[in-house]
């Protein structure tokens, strides 16, 4: 049974940070691409950042600068932390996992930020 479990989320204020975690079970996870996606109300979930099971990482420009994806293998686990947050950045964050072919994929249940002004 694969289980991808977010932690981490919470009420910030802007310009804070937070660190979100992703422990996931049940998959071989080195050979996952792991990726970050957010949703907010009224609005399609979109790509936060990604990270290869080589160790690449592509982010939104939205988050260049402010965001950093990482991923420990021996714990099966993926970060995103999250500083310089904004109110825009309010949304619930999934975790994904996804073969490179893309026949296995897998999300978690979200986590919540909310950024204050």
């Known amino acids: 049974q694969v289980q991808l479990v977010e932690s981490g989320g919470g009420l910030v204020q802007a310009g804070g940070s937070l660190r979100l975690s992703c422990a996931a079970s049940?998959?071989?996870?080195?050979?996952?691409?792991m990726g970050w996606y957010r949703q907010a109300p009224g609005k399609q979930r979109e790509l936060v950042a990604v990270?290869?099971?080589?160790?690449?990482?592509n982010y939104a420009d939205s988050v260049k600068g402010r965001f950093a994806i990482s991923r420990d293998n021996a714990k099966k686990t993926v970060y995103l932390q999250m500083n310089s947050l904004k109110p825009d950045d309010t949304a619930v964050y999934y975790c994904n996992a996804q073969t490179m072919s893309g026949s296995q994929t897998y999300w978690g249940q979200g986590t919540q930020v909310t950024v204050s002004s």
């Open positions: 990270i290869t099971s080589g160790g690449n990482t």
């Open positions: 049940g998959i071989i996870f080195s050979i996952f691409h």
